[in-house]
């Protein structure tokens, strides 16, 4: 069962697979997104992506090394992508 997502959602998650779709169909990509507290999940290229519902993405890093947790936020679709 896929997961409801909102259209900036649909938008960041397609553009994420259009960048690196790991083998897999859009479709088989999508059936991979986990949710989160408020924010959806996704595992794309070693990291969990979250996806907010206004489409911007945070990358979730673990450094296995010193097992720190680091994350990272892309700007909103709306501010770099017209």
Same mark, same amino acid.
């Given at each position: 069962? $896929?997961?409801? *997502?909102?259209?900036? /959602?649909? #938008?960041? *998650?397609? &553009? +994420? @697979?259009?960048?690196? %779709?790991? %083998? +897999?169909?859009?479709? /088989?990509? &999508?059936?991979? #997104? +986990?949710?989160? @507290?408020?924010? #959806?999940? #996704?595992? @794309?290229? %070693?990291? @969990? *992506?979250?996806?907010?519902?206004d %489409?911007v ?7 296995q090394?010193?097992?720190?947790? $680091? ?5 909103s *679709? +709306?501010?770099?992508h017209?």
């Amino acid at each position: 069962m $896929m997961i409801t *997502l909102t259209r900036p /959602q649909r #938008v960041s *998650l397609h &553009r +994420k @697979w259009c960048q690196e %779709g790991q %083998g +897999k169909s859009y479709r /088989q990509f &999508r059936k991979t #997104v +986990k949710t989160g @507290w408020d924010c #959806v999940m #996704v595992r @794309w290229c %070693g990291m @969990w *992506l979250g996806i907010e519902p206004d %489409g911007v993405t945070l990358i979730r890093k673990i450094n296995q090394a010193h097992d720190t947790r $680091m994350c990272y936020t892309i700007h909103s *679709l +709306k501010q770099y992508h017209r």
